[in-house]
């Protein structure tokens, strides 16, 4: 009978070390995975769909917003810097999706110098700021209505490494 605990007991031990690990490996792999925007600055901002901001952005002046997309062009003027944005969606930890869907473009102003060298073409880039509504500039050959942010915050991403792949087989 002796026997018989020292087997249950070994299960038991065996199956909360197992749980115990299967809970870590999870609690490491989601902690690792964190918003770019800290909590404070996502309070602040206004839950607004952004096809609406998009389309009517005089409607939503003065509100804080969190918006992304991939940088088309940047240019330093007296103001400050403008950056002009393809919008894309944000994902979970509030970086653009490398997706084809976009809701239009917007232009951020940032009150400070910014190197347009590194602020470039197909950066991403996520902002949060205040709607200051539109601004009316050239677009090809018309003249489109983008959404102005006054940049409070940027984040600008990493570009994104292309994995490589090992196949086996026969073509």
Known sequence: MGGRDMIGKNFNFRRYFSFGLIIIVVSLLFGCAHHVVPMEVRER??????????????????????????IVSSRNTPEGTYIEV???????????????????????????????????RGREITVAGEV??????????????????????????EPRRIPIKFEIGIW
């Open 45 to 70: 901002a206004e839950e607004i769909y952004t096809v609406n901001l998009l389309k009517n952005p005089d409607a939503y002046k003065g509100k804080f917003v969190i918006i992304g997309g991939f």
């Open 86 to 120: 393809v919008q894309k969606p944000l994902d979970f930890r509030g970086r653009p999706e490398d997706t084809a869907i976009s809701h239009g473009r917007f232009i951020v102003l940032y009150e400070s110098y910014l190197d347009t060298a590194i602020y470039s």
């Open 132 to 157: 200051i509504g539109k601004m009316v500039r050239p677009l090809g050959e018309i003249q489109y209505p983008y959404l102005l942010i006054k940049g409070k915050e940027l984040y600008l991403f």
